[in-house]
């Protein structure tokens, strides 16, 4: 028995679906604990291109059991259309899916919600996904939410319905002056999805923990990254969970004394989505050459993604409160081309130095990066599976990553393909 939880150690993006699908060769279980379909996880397998939104990244290997956690928040449409474009493509679902009763569901209303939120924000929103992620953990915190068993009893649901459209229509109606919603129609649309989604439905605490009893392997894939957590990232500008490894227990009910390895899936620069601090972004052409080259476009929402260079006082604080026991470097071969890299090993605030991320997000937000800089490789790194063929200077790259965030690095990816992925050290 193995289990191994998946964080992204950034601001998401940084390549957890890639890895997760390569790691399920050796998993019986792949399981997602936070986040919803506000999560965008690219596989490539031979020619064909998979983006996961809720499903996770397991499912593309025949006969592996994925798991939606407790954790999860479940738009039943965005689900039931992910089940069917698998399905199209051949990918069998039905039997391989297993979803928490306990997780939480989007309702209509939570994406109206955020959408007027967002709007009078105005230039202090927080550029979220639209998908009703951040309402609909708000519901389960103020312990009104309804949960996917919920929608199995009409009488229940309906009644939880009843209670919270009155709510949620007063705020639409009387505060933004926006169309509330009426009952029936939620009512019908949702008691049809779930008759669809019924047989999938299970108590996966009970299963996990069984699983963990027969000796399965157990591999938890987290969604965002630690910087987007809503207690450890840089809020308010996070998403409404716990990405970071934290998550894997409480959002699927597997207990910390289980939980083997904690291993980062680090860029080997930094990229985000949406608004809040990015203390190395670049925006000049090494920002872009890093957006065109990387492809840094939201694999959810097409937004073109910031860019800048690796942060290890981040990511240094990442390995600290996810625990990593190791660090996957995704990305290398978008470097290959620079005549000189940097590395943000502090930060200048007021004319004090931090070496250690601050709490205060006005901090945050007015600190310069101190940079130490070091010579590119100028090869390609592209595709390389062994790590004697890097040149010299990458290694000494991932050797000072691995020297400042104080972990060691278990595997390195050169390329989005499968075999295109340097194995130092087995994960299962
Ligand atoms: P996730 O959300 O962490 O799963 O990452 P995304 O799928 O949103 O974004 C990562 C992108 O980088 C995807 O388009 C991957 O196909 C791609 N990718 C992953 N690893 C590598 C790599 O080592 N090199 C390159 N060039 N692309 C990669
Ligand atoms: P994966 O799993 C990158 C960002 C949004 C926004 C903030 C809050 O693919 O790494 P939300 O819709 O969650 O309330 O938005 O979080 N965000 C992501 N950024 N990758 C993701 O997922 C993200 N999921 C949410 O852009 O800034
Ligand atoms: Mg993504």
């Known amino acids: 028995m193995s289990t191994v939880?998946?964080?992204?150690?950034?601001?998401?993006?940084?390549?957890?679906?890639?890895?997760?699908?390569?790691?399920?060769?050796?998993a019986d279980y792949i399981v997602r604990y936070q986040g919803g379909h506000n999560a965008g996880h690219t596989v490539v397998i031979g020619d064909s291109k998979f983006i996961l939104h809720l499903i996770p990244s397991g499912i593309l290997r025949p006969g592996k059991k994925c798991v939606i956690g407790n954790g999860v928040v479940i738009d039943p449409q965005a689900l039931l259309a992910e089940i069917d474009g698998l399905l199209e493509k051949g990918i069998e679902v039905r039997g391989n899916l297993l979803i928490s009763g306990r997780a939480h569901i989007i309702m209509p209303y939570h994406r109206a919600i955020e959408k007027e939120s967002e709007k009078q924000k105005g230039s202090l929103k927080i550029g979220t996904t639209g998908r009703g992620i951040g309402p609909t953990y708000a519901d389960k915190v103020a312990r009104v939410g309804i949960r996917v068993a919920d929608i199995l009893d009409k009488e229940v649901?309906?009644?939880?319905?009843?209670?919270?459209?009155?709510?949620?229509?007063?705020?639409?109606?009387?505060?933004y002056g926006a169309k509330g919603?009426?009952?029936?129609?939620?009512?019908?649309?949702?008691?049809?999805?779930?008759?669809?989604?019924?047989?999938?439905?299970?108590?996966?605490?009970?299963?996990?923990?069984?699983?963990?009893?027969?000796?399965?392997?157990?591999?938890?894939?987290?969604?965002?990254?630690?910087?987007?957590?809503?207690?450890?990232?840089?809020?308010?500008?996070?998403?409404?969970?716990?990405?970071?490894?934290?998550?894997?227990?409480?959002?699927?009910?597997?207990?910390?004394?289980?939980?083997?390895?904690v291993v980062g899936v680090v860029k080997a620069y930094t990229t985000r989505v949406g608004s809040g601090p990015f203390p190395t972004e670049l925006n000049d052409a090494i920002g872009e050459f890093l957006r065109d080259k990387g492809r840094e476009y939201g694999a959810t929402t097409g937004r073109p993604r910031r860019c800048g260079w690796f942060d290890a006082v981040a990511t240094r604080y990442a390995a600290d409160v996810n625990g990593f026991t190791g660090m996957i470097i995704t990305k290398m071969d978008v470097l290959d081309e620079l005549n000189e890299i940097k590395i943000c090993t502090g930060y200048r605030y007021q004319g004090k130095l931090y070496t250690e991320m601050?709490?205060?997000?006005?901090?945050?937000?007015?600190?310069?990066?101190?940079y130490e800089t070091m010579k590119g490789w100028q090869a390609s790194t592209a595709g390389l599976s062994n790590y004697e063929a890097m040149p010299v200077n990458a290694k000494k790259y991932i050797e000072r990553m691995q020297e400042l965030v104080g972990v060691d690095v278990d595997i390195i990816s050169t390329g989005f393909r499968r075999d295109e992925t340097i194995i130092l050290k087995k994960i299962f």
């Open 5 to 26: 939880v998946i964080t992204g150690a950034q601001w998401g993006d940084e390549g957890k679906g890639k890895m997760v699908d390569i790691l399920t060769e050796d």
């Open 157 to 175: 649901f309906r009644d939880k319905l009843k209670t919270n459209i009155q709510e949620m229509n007063y705020f639409l109606e009387r505060l």
């Open 181 to 261: 919603f009426i009952l029936e129609d939620i009512y019908d649309e949702y008691t049809g999805y779930a008759e669809r989604l019924r047989d999938f439905i299970t108590d996966t605490a009970v299963l996990l923990n069984r699983a963990l009893r027969e000796g399965k392997n157990i591999l938890f894939e987290g969604a965002q990254g630690t910087h987007l957590d809503v207690d450890h990232g840089t809020y308010p500008y996070v998403t409404s969970s716990n990405a970071t490894s934290g998550g894997a227990c409480t959002g699927t009910g597997v207990g910390p004394t289980k939980i083997d390895k």
């Open 358 to 370: 601050p709490s205060q997000l006005n901090v945050l937000e007015e600190c310069e990066p101190v």
